[in-house]
């Protein structure tokens, strides 16, 4: 089960950390990633980790704003979001991928097996 959080109403140039908080054994190795969707738009890839050995891989559209990072011990993702735009309004959901593919392939989120429900960021002055 992946349960997201920390989404909010925030400014432009503020920042927000999301929580994917992941239970069960069957996550226990799973890759892991972060995708959006605005309203009217289809989904799209933000950030993927490997839950072993932490490599990370980023949208061009968040590299240098955006940090996934994950903490094996309390079975969470996170992801930082810096210098927040209107752009970056959207739903945000977890994901799980359950056996190993090639980094860029976790860009695509018909590689993943679990969703999480989606928490809401909305960026606006």
């Known amino acids: 089960q992946l349960q997201a959080s920390g989404g909010g109403l925030v400014q432009p140039g503020s920042s927000l950390r999301l929580s994917c908080a992941v239970s069960?054994?069957?996550?226990?190795?799973?890759?892991m990633g972060w995708f959006r969707q605005a309203p009217g738009k289809e989904r799209e890839f933000v950030a993927a980790?490997?839950?072993?050995?932490?490599?990370?891989y980023y949208a061009d559209s968040v590299k240098g704003r955006f940090t996934i990072s994950r903490d094996r011990a309390k079975n969470t993702v996170h992801l930082q979001m810096n210098n927040l735009q209107p752009k970056d309004t959207a739903v945000y959901y977890c994901?799980?991928?359950?056996?190993?593919?090639?980094?860029?392939?976790?860009?695509?989120?018909?590689?993943?097996?679990?969703w999480g429900q989606g928490t809401q960021v909305t960026v606006s002055s």
């Open positions: 994901a799980a991928r359950m056996g190993r593919i090639v980094m860029s392939a976790l860009g695509m989120d018909e590689y993943y097996d679990y």
């Open positions: 069960g054994r069957t996550f226990s190795s799973a890759d």
């Open positions: 980790i490997r839950w072993s050995g932490g490599d990370t």
